[in-house]
């Protein structure tokens, strides 16, 4: 009896790490929602902003410490102010590839990278009537950082630390092509989820 406990208690410790391993599968996610405003005394106005973001990925470990996958995403943009209504909604998805670092029995940090093709769309209400819906298409390059910490055998606390990103767009009605580069990291980029390895 004696004996099986001693075992027992020796797996513990590994079995996070058994979870990250070749021919495992992981599925994970995370939600946020923003709501902001300014409301000004002189005017009797208001101004305020919902967004709401929902993103999730599949990925497969094709070794002991990486694994390639797919991501897609949703986010919706209201901004209400001063008679106006602008909606923005996008779906956006595409491939990753990721690396796990060990840190600990539990703990591993993570180095994504990757791209999303994006598919946008944004109008306004103003006065009660509606505009036509402008809408544009984007590709976003990528490479973040993030961290896992196993819970249980099965369930890791996912967090993304930030990244560095380039990424480009073309609306339709016009031949702009608007892009950015840039970085993003701090506690205001920090974004937490959950993961399922299987």
Not at 6 to 17: G, K, M, T
Not at 89 to 106: H, L
Not at 110 to 119: S, T
């Amino acid at each position: 009896m004696k004996n099986v406990i001693l075992i027992a208690v020796f797996c513990l410790p590994i079995a996070a790490l058994a979870q990250i391993q070749k021919g495992k599968s992981v599925l994970s996610g995370s939600v946020n929602y923003t709501l902001s405003g300014n409301d000004s005394e002189v005017s009797a106005q208001s101004n305020k902003s919902y967004q709401f973001t929902a993103s999730s990925s599949y990925g497969y470990l094709i070794g002991d410490r990486w694994a390639i996958g797919i991501t897609p995403s949703f986010l919706k943009n209201r901004q209400l102010g001063y008679g106006a209504d602008l909606h923005y909604r996008t779906v956006s998805i595409g491939p990753f590839v990721r690396r796990y670092f060990p840190v600990g029995e539990k703990f591993f940090i993570h180095v994504d990278g990757g791209m999303n093709a994006a598919f946008s769309g944004n109008w306004l209400v103003l006065n009660g009537e509606k505009s036509a819906v402008t809408k544009s298409t984007g590709l976003n390059f990528y490479v973040g950082l993030g961290a896992s910490y196993f819970v249980s055998g099965r369930i890791a606390l996912q967090a993304s630390l930030g990244n560095i990103s380039y990424s480009s767009s073309k609306t339709e009605s016009d031949d702009n092509r608007p892009w950015n580069f840039g970085t993003n990291f701090g506690l205001s980029s920090l974004t937490l989820g959950a993961a399922w390895y299987f």
